[in-house]
Nanobody, 127 residues
Framework: QVQLVESGGGSVQSGGSLRLSCEVSRYTYSIYCMGWFRQAPGQEREGVASISSDGSTSYADSVKGRFTISQDNAKNTLYLQMNSLKPEDTAMYYC?????????????????????WGQGTQVTVSS
């Protein structure tokens, strides 16, 4: 199994930036796909961004042009740079890993594609 530990959340004003980190207990280059999800109170968990082992990335329409996903294989860490934050970005953000190529069947934006999850880090954006 793999452990994922998120950090970097916090409270910012609208238009501000945050960088989330996810430390992974396994070599990230060996993981098929990694993603960031978020869940606001009373809402479904939704995919925000993903990065596959071949380096390809995918973003939800709501964050395109504002968020950037990346990973540092030397540090076994996944990142999410979030710029131009909006109040609607307020949510708990989760890091996830696809260890068994589930995203090939479910897609990179479906939570069903991931079989390891972190505990989450809270992001709050005030207007």
């Amino acid at each position: 199994q793999v452990q994922l530990v998120e950090s970097g959340g916090g409270s910012v004003q609208s238009g501000g930036s945050l960088r989330l980190s996810c430390e992974v207990s396994r070599y990230t280059y060996s993981i098929y796909c990694m993603g960031w999800f978020r869940q606001a109170p009373g809402q479904e968990r939704e995919g925000v961004a993903s990065i596959s082992s071949d380096g390809s990335t995918s973003y939800a329409d709501s964050v395109k042009g504002r968020f950037t996903i990346s990973q540092d294989n030397a540090k076994n860490t996944l990142y999410l740079q979030m710029n131009s934050l909006k109040p609607e970005d307020t949510a708990m953000y989760y890091c996830a890993a696809d260890l068994s190529r589930r995203t090939k069947f479910y897609g990179v934006s479906s939570k069903k594609g991931y079989d390891a999850w972190g505990q989450g880090t809270q992001v709050t954006v005030s207007s």
